[in-house]
């Protein structure tokens, strides 16, 4: 051990020089946790590096992709000015609006053609304006105004008609409200009993299973008692009385055995040593 030791004395030191640790006054351990700290930084500084090696791969990327995005935006701005003969994208912005503006206007003429024909009941506009110079004006204005007052007596009964329609509907939802509310009433009830019926299976699930645990630590406790105390016995022989015995604790996953010291106190498996973890195995128990 002493040879172990002073092997590995050396080793940490010549490895603190590689690193350039500073050996001083410290200890064998503590160079070994500079180490493994230097070690440890080294590997973070490495997952850094890492990290901006691909960010600055990614940026080059998108460097790229953006170069011949604007290549494809420099084309088509060239096309455009030189369809239109002007000198900037602004102006091209102004004959694009001149062309959707002009779109515009002809879909408007398009449907004021459409109608006009359609009020004049011809197959033309030519057609249309000869019907409107034979027509006689007189005999129009007046029959406009005979048309604007019987507008306003169907407007008129239009909302009368509207109002009836609208009280009617509200009627008929009130009359069906009481079979709705029956049916929701209905639905609570059969909720409200589909609910207690699973409580009552869940309370008896639950009282079988603590009758049945209940039953399992009774024959556990019963069966393991002669074993206990043999393995007990055993383990304060092995370990020279340093641990009076073992002892069961449950936990949540079932029970876990505690070895009892002869200072006071107890300790839990993963509180003990590997050498005295398996002393317990060798007197008939596993920790």
């Known amino acids: 051990m002493e040879k172990d030791q002073a092997t590995f004395r050396d080793e940490v030191v010549a490895l603190a020089g590689l690193l350039g640790v500073p050996v001083g006054s410290a200890s064998?351990?503590?160079?070994?946790?500079?180490?493994g700290e230097k070690v440890r930084e080294a590997d973070a500084e490495s997952d850094r590096r890492k990290r901006a090696i691909?960010?600055?791969?990614?940026?080059?990327?998108?460097?790229?992709?953006?170069?011949?995005?604007?290549?494809?935006h420099n084309e088509q701005k060239h096309r455009m000015i030189?369809?239109?003969?002007?000198?900037?994208?602004?102006?091209?912005?102004?004959?694009?609006?001149d062309v959707a503006r002009r779109g515009e206007l002809c879909g408007q003429a398009e449907d004021t053609e459409r109608?006009?024909?359609?009020?004049?009941?011809?197959?033309?506009?030519?057609?249309?304006?000869?019907?409107?110079?034979?027509?006689?004006?007189?005999?129009?204005?007046?029959?406009?105004?005979?048309?604007k007052a019987r507008f306003e007596d169907?407007?008129?009964?239009?909302?009368?008609?509207?109002?009836?329609?609208?009280?009617?509907?509200?009627?008929?939802?009130?009359?069906?409200?009481?079979?709705?509310?029956?049916?929701?009433?209905?639905?609570?009830?059969?909720?409200?009993?589909?609910?207690e019926d699973g409580a009552m299976r869940y309370l008896q699930l639950r009282a079988g299973i603590a009758a049945t645990e209940h039953a399992l630590a009774s024959y556990r406790e019963r069966h393991r008692s002669s074993m206990m105390m043999r393995a007990s016995a055993a383990f304060r022989t092995i370990?020279?009385?340093?641990y009076t015995g073992l002892a069961a604790q449950p936990s949540k996953d079932g029970e876990t055995l505690i070895a009892l010291s002869a200072a006071g106190g107890s300790?839990?498996?993963d509180e003990l040593s590997k050498g005295t973890r398996a002393l317990p195995r060798a007197s008939g128990c596993t920790i």
């Open 28 to 35: 064998v351990l503590e160079l070994a946790q500079r180490i």
């Open 54 to 72: 691909d960010r600055l791969e990614e940026a080059k990327g998108r460097q790229r992709s953006f170069i011949e995005r604007l290549a494809i």
């Open 82 to 97: 030189a369809f239109f003969g002007v000198t900037s994208l602004a102006a091209v912005a102004d004959k694009l609006s």
């Open 115 to 147: 109608e006009i024909l359609e009020a004049m009941r011809t197959r033309d506009l030519v057609a249309a304006e000869a019907a409107l110079d034979a027509a006689d004006r007189s005999a129009l204005e007046a029959e406009l105004i005979e048309l």
């Open 154 to 195: 169907q407007d008129t009964r239009c909302h009368e008609l509207f109002a009836a329609c609208s009280a009617a509907r509200d009627q008929v939802e009130a009359i069906g409200g009481d079979a709705t509310v029956a049916a929701i009433e209905e639905c609570r009830r059969t909720t409200l009993l589909e609910i």
């Open 239 to 242: 370990s020279r009385g340093a």
């Open 267 to 269: 300790k839990a498996a």
